[in-house]
């Protein structure tokens, strides 16, 4: 069982002060900003923005936005010079390297072929739209009525592609490759890849990050989530109670490394 995190920061602060080097591997909707009824109207708060673009200043920090969003989408989103992992990981992208997954890569044909039958049949169900993303396409019904949600379901089993499969999460159901690969390979290939004796910090909301708390067990994982069971270690109840914890590691981040508060976010 997950313990809320906000009564355990001494805890978490001891796990931070333990590693020079930190990895805040982080979700963008409904962790960063908050869920908005359409994509692209999740804008991202002030706020928010400021305690990331502070965290990533901060001695042996890293930051890393890991979102089922396009690679390009976030990265616009964010504005930030950061690690970006798209499309749940499957393009990564940093100062210094680029990755997209070969298979993924290979298989967009057949996506896009899908795309046009998908698009033709949702048609008519309002409040249903397709997100194509490139490697992997959503169909979202957060605005439909809810028994849209069966129909969006057969529609996307009867047009899915061979070498995809379906995930479902929150008011959408996404059509990905079927590789071994999802956001907790991605976060595991950049500290493998980019740093050495790394921490890692993972935080998001939806049942597509719960592969970063399976495959880092030991690390500092936090879901955001109210009520809904969940491998993290940790938990915050929504957007504000996550950063309040993100305030909070940076400065004890901060102190710990004799950084001061320098230009700490309020």
């Known amino acids: 069982m997950s313990t809320p995190a906000l009564s355990a920061l001494d805890?978490?602060?001891d796990e931070l002060k333990q590693s020079d080097q930190i990895?805040?591997?982080l979700d963008y909707d409904g962790t960063?900003?908050?869920i908005a009824p359409q994509p692209e109207l999740a804008a991202f708060p002030s706020p928010a923005r400021q305690v990331v673009e502070w965290l990533s200043q901060l001695p042996g920090v890293h930051v890393a936005i890991v979102s089922g969003r396009a690679l390009e989408d976030v990265k616009a989103r964010v504005a930030l010079p950061l690690i970006y992992a798209g499309n749940h990981g499957l393009e990564l992208e940093g100062p210094d390297f680029a990755y997209r997954h070969p298979q993924a890569l290979e298989r967009t044909?057949?996506?896009t072929e899908a795309i046009l039958a998908i698009n033709h049949d949702i048609s008519g169900l309002a409040g249903v739209r397709l997100e194509n993303k490139g490697l992997t396409a959503s169909v979202h019904f957060r605005n439909a009525a809810p028994e849209a949600a069966q129909a969006v379901a057969s529609i996307l089993k009867r047009h899915r592609p061979s070498g995809f499969r379906l995930h479902a999460g929150k008011k959408v159901i996404e059509l990905r490759p079927d590789?071994?690969?999802?956001?907790g390979a991605a976060v595991c290939w950049i500290m493998d890849n980019c740093f050495h004796h790394t921490r890692a910090f993972a935080m998001g909301d939806d049942l597509t990050d719960e592969d970063m708390y399976i495959s880092l067990p030991e690390q500092i994982t936090v879901c955001v989530a109210e009520h809904r069971a969940t491998h993290a270690r940790y938990r915050v109840n929504d957007v504000d109670e996550a950063l309040e914890l993100l305030r909070f590691c940076?400065?004890?981040?901060?102190?710990h490394r004799g950084a001061g508060q320098g230009q700490r976010p309020r």
């Open 32 to 34: 960063l900003a908050p």
């Open 179 to 183: 590789v071994d690969w999802h956001k």
């Open 250 to 255: 940076g400065g004890v981040i901060a102190a």
């Open 11 to 13: 805890a978490i602060a």
């Open 109 to 111: 044909p057949e996506l």
């Open 23 to 25: 990895l805040f591997a």
